[in-house]
């Protein structure tokens, strides 16, 4: 089985900073993308930012300039940098990956367990 581990996250004041952190683990062959999208109440889940396997890193109109995705290769950890935060960012940030699992050579789509973010204004 591949899973997902999010970390980071919780209260902070507007303007503030936050990073998270998440971990692909479990039996991986090939990482071909991943994400962070987030939720907030009566909205549809919206892209944040991910990036795929030999192309480029893609955000969210929203966070472009204030969030930085970053990667671990090594660590199949994908780290998103949170500056300049405002209330509306506030939302649960689901991890999101695109993997070929290794045991039976097939893909998945594997989504983490959600980590609340808040922004106090």
């Known amino acids: 089985q591949v899973q997902l581990v999010e970390s980071g996250g919780g209260l902070v004041q507007e303007g503030g900073s936050l990073n998270l952190s998440c971990e692909a683990s479990?039996?991986?062959?090939?990482?071909?993308?991943m994400a962070w999208f987030r939720q907030s109440p009566g909205k549809q889940r919206e892209l944040v930012a991910g990036?795929?396997?030999?192309?480029?890193?893609n955000y969210g109109d929203s966070v472009k300039g204030r969030f930085t995705l970053s990667r671990d290769n090594a660590r199949n950890t994908v780290y998103l940098r949170m500056t300049s935060l405002k209330p509306e960012d506030s939302a649960v940030y689901f991890c999101?990956?695109?993997?070929?699992?290794?045991?039976?050579?097939?893909?998945?789509?594997?989504w983490g367990q959600g980590t609340l973010v808040t922004v106090s204004s």
């Open positions: 999101n990956a695109d993997i070929v699992e290794s045991l039976l050579n097939r893909y998945l789509e594997v």
């Open positions: 479990g039996k991986i062959s090939i990482i071909k993308a």
């Open positions: 990036f795929r396997s030999g192309g480029s890193t």
